[in-house]
Antibody, heavy 122, light 107 residues
Framework: EVQLLESGGGLVQPGESLRLSCVASGFTFNSYAMTWVRQAPGKGLEWISAISGNTFDTYYADSVKGRFTISRDNSKDTLYLQMNSLRGEDTAVYYC???????????????WGQGTLVTISS | DIQMTQSPSSLSASVGDRVTITCRASQGISDYLAWFQQKPGKAPKSLIYAASSLQSGVPSKFSGSGSATDFTLTISSLQPEDFATYYCQQYNSYPYTFGQGTKLEIK
């Protein structure tokens, strides 16, 4: 059974940084691309970043490009999202998601984590 | 960026009904279209990929169709657990955009 467990969320002030983690189990981690999707309170889903299985390719939404960095440690089956220069509009639940069916980024999500809440406020 | 527009934004239906939700892409996306279900306070769940293929474990009461710019999600014989918000997502080209969601409520 695929399991994705996010952590690292919390309350930070504007301009500060935060790193999210997502520990994966139940599948061969390095064989699949991974994605972060966020959801602001009461709003819809927003795709924000993806990384290929071999870490060579990364994609970002314009809303986070230059501030957020996606990475993964395949030896630890863990996905990361480093978030810098945080703004109020970054307040959201952040979901880690597994893509299928290959290690290349396809955008095709098949499994989701439970999410971690990030709140940006002074 | 490709814009995804769902209709209706909300929908009331009764247990046992059959409902259809529409998703329109601002440009052709072939069949690179997925559908997700989200219940309040929960993570989304993947239902359909490639416009019409069911994810593993998803019951056949859910069905998807369409190609290019126009897509539908049909849910037959609604049960209480089906009342949720449904999202479409295109993955033809990045950024992989979602529709705004359709909230399915009990009448």
């Amino acid at each position: 059974e695929v399991q994705l467990l996010e952590s690292g969320g919390g309350l930070v002030q504007p301009g500060e940084s935060l790193r999210l983690s997502c520990v994966a189990s139940g599948f061969t981690f390095n064989s699949y691309a991974m994605t972060w999707v966020r959801q602001a309170p009461g709003k819809g889903l927003e795709w924000i970043s993806a990384i290929s299985g071999n870490t060579f390719d990364t994609y970002y939404a314009d809303s986070v490009k230059g501030r957020f960095t996606i990475s993964r440690d395949n030896s630890k089956d863990t996905l990361y999202l480093q978030m810098n220069s945080l703004r109020g509009e970054d307040t959201a639940v952040y979901y880690c998601a597994k893509e299928g069916p290959t290690a290349f980024i396809t955008g095709q999500i098949d499994n989701w984590g439970q999410g971690t809440l990030v709140t940006i406020s002074s | 960026d490709i814009q995804m527009t769902q209709s209706p934004s909300s929908l009331s239906a009764s247990v046992g009904d059959r409902v259809t939700i529409t998703c329109r892409a601002s440009q052709g996306i072939s069949d690179y279209l997925a559908w997700f279900q989200q219940k309040p306070g929960k993570a989304p769940k993947s239902l359909i990929y490639a416009a019409s293929s069911l994810q593993s474990g998803v019951p056949s009461k859910f069905s998807g169709s369409g190609s290019a710019t126009d897509f539908t999600l049909t849910i037959s014989s609604l049960q209480p657990e089906d009342f949720a918000t449904y999202y479409c997502q295109q993955y033809n080209s990045y950024p992989y955009t979602f529709g705004q969601g359709t909230k399915l409520e009990i009448k």
